[in-house]
């Protein structure tokens, strides 16, 4: 599958990166699928999320607002994607927890999300990137793209 972020999606999350330092900050993705399901385009972040709390190396992503600001997506044709939150001063990495809450999601059906994406705002060589993870069936796909 192809991921396809928005340059606005991508500007918000290193904004997020930076502006929440040296805290973790996150949120959920939206977007739609090609009609062919071979590309996943996505449009929307909902983030500064008021319950959310980010601390120096973990992030509990909230709920307050959520069903509202999906009901507007869904209005668009729009559907919840994944997940995307910041490693601050790190490698965008999948940690052990990152991989447990993706599978999670993967298998709870109220999401609808039988292959969900993880985007990672860290740190390669000083420079703020982006990596991205999708969880397929029994696999993993990863792939870093540009900021």
């Not at 949120?27 to 739609?32: A, K, V």
């Not at 965008?92 to 292959?115: A, G, R």
């Not at 703020?128 to 696999?139: R, S």
Request: charged fraction near 30%.
């Amino acid at each position: 599958m192809k991921l396809l972020f928005s340059k606005m999606i991508k500007q918000v999350m290193i904004k997020q990166y930076t502006t929440s330092l040296p805290k973790e900050t996150g949120g959920i993705l939206f977007g739609y699928y090609s009609l062919d399901l071979g590309t996943a385009n996505i449009t929307d972040a909902f983030y500064n999320i008021e319950d959310s709390r980010g601390k120096l190396r973990s992030f509990y992503r909230g709920k307050k607002g959520f069903k509202r600001f999906s009901k507007k997506m869904w209005a668009e044709d729009k559907y919840y994607l994944g997940e995307w939150h910041t490693h601050p001063f790190s490698l965008p990495n999948l940690s052990n927890q990152d991989k447990e809450e993706m599978f999670k999601i993967k298998e709870t059906k109220k999401y609808k999300c039988p292959e969900p994406i993880l985007a990672i705002v860290g740190e390669v060589d000083n420079q703020i990137v982006i990596q991205t993870y999708i969880f397929f069936k029994d696999d993993i796909y990863c792939e870093r793209i540009s900021s």
